[in-house]
């Protein structure tokens, strides 16, 4: 008889959790978002989170979601977590994978999703739904075949101690 622990966590719960943990890396002000990519065997194969692409620094770049011109804003500068996350794999076979994300892709994350392979998305909010980009998104990865899911977890919550002994 085992005395195993029995309070652990699933493991979309772990692979949602990383991609919660990634977004933590965001500096956007308004939206931190994080994606996690994962094969079959449950191993991680790649992390990203919305920013600036490397090179571009964060401090020289606008984080408005609101300008004068397009220009003045960060929609055209800031690489999507979904994007960050297939870039970062640097060379690994995505095909068949499945990528955790805190926030439903957009029209164009969604091309990368299904040109890399990914079969199956996992989201944990989907607060822009009504919108084109996200309609178009949805539209493409059902006629790619590509599994849509919506996370679900019993817990809230997952706390992690920062300092030795806590």
């Known amino acids: 008889m085992s005395d195993k622990r029995q309070e652990y966590i ?13 977004a933590k890396r965001s500096k956007d002000p308004s939206t931190q978002v994080g994606a996690c990519i994962v094969d079959d065997s449950n191993r991680i194969l790649s992390t990203g989170y919305n920013g600036f692409p490397l090179g571009c620094s ?5 984080w408005a979601r609101d300008g004068e011109e397009a220009n003045a804003t960060k929609y055209p500068f800031v690489v999507h977590a979904e994007l960050n996350a297939i870039l970062n794999n640097r060379g690994k076979n995505l095909a068949g994978s499945r990528i955790y994300v805190a926030l439903f892709p957009c029209n164009e994350c969604a091309k990368a999703i299904i040109q890399a392979g ?15 980009s996200t309609q178009a998104s949805k ?8 599994t849509v899911r919506k996370f679900t977890s019993k817990m809230d919550f997952i706390t992690l101690p920062m300092k030795e002994g806590k």
């Open 10 to 22: 699933s493991w979309d719960e772990y692979f949602m959790g990383v991609a919660q943990l990634a």
């Open 58 to 62: 964060d401090d020289e770049y606008p």
């Open 118 to 132: 990914i079969r199956e998305v996992v989201y944990l909010s989907d607060k822009y739904a009504a919108t084109p």
């Open 139 to 146: 539209r493409m990865l059902a006629s790619a075949g590509v």
